[in-house]
């Protein structure tokens, strides 16, 4: 059996390293031209935890993972005004919990793909063709794939969704947020955040910031935006829109790049996620969105389960139809957590804003504390 997978992330990784061990051909055409070394920091839990163990990865997550003790929200001087136990999650969460850098998960999933994988940086998919008993797949150098079943796994911007599917702006839902990541060095800063999570408690917009071991300080900014449209120019936009938000944010703000990641904040639903051979995959099939936290975990075990669906059936669409039923609810959930989620992540008023600090200290209560990190930790993924 061959696989063509799009997309060397995440859940293009997950899906190459299951197939492979279970004997498949696989071929994995990844737009960028290496690994991406830029992304933001992600606590990792849940549904992925289980295929992680399965593939023997879980010592290298926490061996690139960080151990963080709390997520502070900060005035405009950075005193500390509500303090969320990060350590708690994770004993709720049974110990299988740790905050790790994205790319860093990849780097581990990455080192578990046999080597026999053909993995091609700098290449794409342009075209589909699908018959009974096959797929096809045209890549940008000509090249033509002949497969059992292709796996688009290239993100909320998805070129196979589009092409086996249809445009994007039928399935692609704004949430009314964007956001920026960079990373940048300032000892100064650095000394500052320390070693918490720290995030200013504004609204509207809101700066996150971590210090790395490296000693970079990673930086994610998040803002309400009625407007859907991309600006013309993020650096210019994000200095003026969040100049005024105090502490470290005026200094952060004089180290944004020209070039870094922004994009908005949405989903992406659909009401099936395969047609005949191709299938999507993670952000491409079922994006939850950063409001959500749980997009990585819930592409590990999508892979998982349909890794296990195609090594189980013989019928590739059978198999694509189990794979739905088992992860479209652990999807769905994600989906609803993230929009419910959203209102708190970057309130919209002073109100709001007053309670979400709130229920932070009412955390701290026994009983009162242990039902609000539960519902943050959600389901743990042992039912699949």
């Given at each position: 059996m061959k696989a063509i997978i799009c997309g060397a992330g995440i859940s293009g990784l997950s899906a190459a390293a299951f197939l492979a061990r279970a004997g498949w051909d696989v071929v994995v055409a990844e737009q960028a031209e290496g690994p991406r070394p830029q992304g933001n920091m992600i606590d990792f839990f849940g549904p992925g935890w289980q295929a992680a163990n399965s593939l023997g990865i879980v010592p290298r997550i926490?061996?690139?993972?960080y151990r963080v003790e709390r997520l502070e929200y900060v005035d405009t001087w950075g005193n500390p005004r509500a303090t969320l136990?990060?350590?708690k999650l994770s004993r709720l969460a049974r110990g299988e919990f740790v905050s790790?850098?994205?790319?860093d998960l990849e780097l581990a999933i990455h080192e578990a793909v046999p080597r026999r994988v053909d993995l091609r940086y700098g290449s794409t998919v342009v075209a589909v063709q699908q018959s009974h008993g096959s797929v096809k797949a045209t890549l940008d150098d000509a090249s033509v794939l002949d497969a059992?079943?292709?796996i688009g796994a290239d993100?909320?911007?998805s070129v196979v969704r589009e092409l086996a599917f249809g445009p994007e702006e039928d399935f692609f839902h704004y949430l009314?947020?964007?956001v920026g990541a960079y990373s940048f060095r300032d000892s100064d800063v650095a000394a500052q955040v320390g070693d918490r999570f720290a995030v200013t408690d504004t609204c509207g917009e809101a700066m996150f910031f971590y210090r790395l071991r490296d000693g970079r300080i990673t930086v994610m900014a998040v803002h309400r935006s009625d407007d859907e449209a991309l600006p013309d120019d993020p650096q210019s936009m994000l200095r003026s829109r969040y100049r005024n938000l105090g502490w470290i944010?005026?200094?952060v703000l004089r180290q944004c790049p020209r070039d870094f990641y922004y994009d908005q904040v949405a989903q992406i639903r659909m009401p099936g996620w395969h047609t005949n051979r191709v299938v999507l995959l993670g952000d491409a099939a079922a994006a939850v969105s950063l409001l959500a936290g749980q997009g990585a975990s819930l592409g590990m075990a999508a892979a998982y389960v349909l890794a296990d669906e195609l090594m189980k059936r013989r019928d590739v669409g059978q198999a694509l139809d189990a794979f739905e039923t088992r992860i479209r609810p652990l999807a769905l959930a994600g989906q609803r957590a993230g929009v419910s989620a959203a209102r708190w992540f970057v309130p919209a008023t002073p109100y709001a804003a007053l309670a979400r600090r709130t229920m932070i200290r009412l955390e701290g209560i026994p009983g009162i504390g242990r039902l609000i990190s539960s519902a943050l930790i959600g389901k743990s993924g042992a039912g699949l």
């Open positions: 926490r061996e690139l993972g136990s990060v350590a790790v850098l994205r790319p059992d079943v292709l993100g909320i911007h009314g947020f964007h944010c005026p200094a």
